[in-house]
């Protein structure tokens, strides 16, 4: 099953990840590829993966590739704003765009971050 990993971290600890990942495949241990997506923090995710963004996400997994047209008809929204949303989660290579429309290429999408509870100052 492919899964599209969600993380909010620093880029320290994904240059970490990726320096365990070399130096178990130097060691001579299988690696798998590890599809994923980091943002530095929750807001900066949100911009991207925001609930519209994401019922998009949904409508398109497990179907194929679908037209935009088609997407907006399942997620009942304006083709033009399903558009814009579809052309950010491209960029932020969330799905993808093939020959025959637009595709989420993973099975399931995982969220993997912490939240912390923030100081209260009046």
């Given at each position: 099953?492919?899964?599209?990993?969600?993380?909010?971290?620093?880029?320290?600890?994904?240059?970490?990840?990726?320096?365990?990942?070399?130096?178990?495949?130097?060691?001579?241990?299988?690696?798998?590829?590890d599809h994923s997506?980091?943002?530095?923090?929750?807001?900066?995710?949100?911009?991207?993966?925001?609930?519209?963004?994401?019922?998009?996400?949904?409508?398109?997994?497990?179907?194929?590739?679908?037209?935009?047209?088609?997407?907006?008809?399942?997620?009942?929204?304006?083709?033009?704003?399903?558009?814009?949303?579809?052309?950010?989660?491209?960029?932020?290579?969330?799905?993808?765009?093939?020959?025959?429309?637009?595709?989420?290429?993973?099975?399931?999408?995982?969220?993997?971050?912490?939240?912390?509870?923030?100081?209260?100052?009046?």
């Amino acid at each position: 099953m492919t899964t599209l990993t969600v993380r909010i971290s620093t880029m320290d600890d994904a240059n970490a990840r990726l320096i365990e990942a070399a130096r178990r495949a130097e060691a001579g241990e299988t690696v798998e590829a590890d599809h994923s997506l980091n943002f530095n923090s929750y807001d900066s995710m949100h911009k991207v993966l925001a609930p519209a963004r994401l019922a998009i996400v949904k409508a398109l997994a497990g179907q194929g590739a679908l037209s935009i047209r088609e997407v907006a008809r399942r997620v009942e929204r304006d083709v033009q704003a399903v558009h814009r949303d579809v052309t950010t989660l491209i960029n932020a290579g969330v799905i993808d765009r093939t020959a025959e429309g637009i595709e989420f290429p993973y099975e399931t999408i995982h969220f993997e971050y912490d939240v912390s509870a923030a100081a209260y100052r009046p």
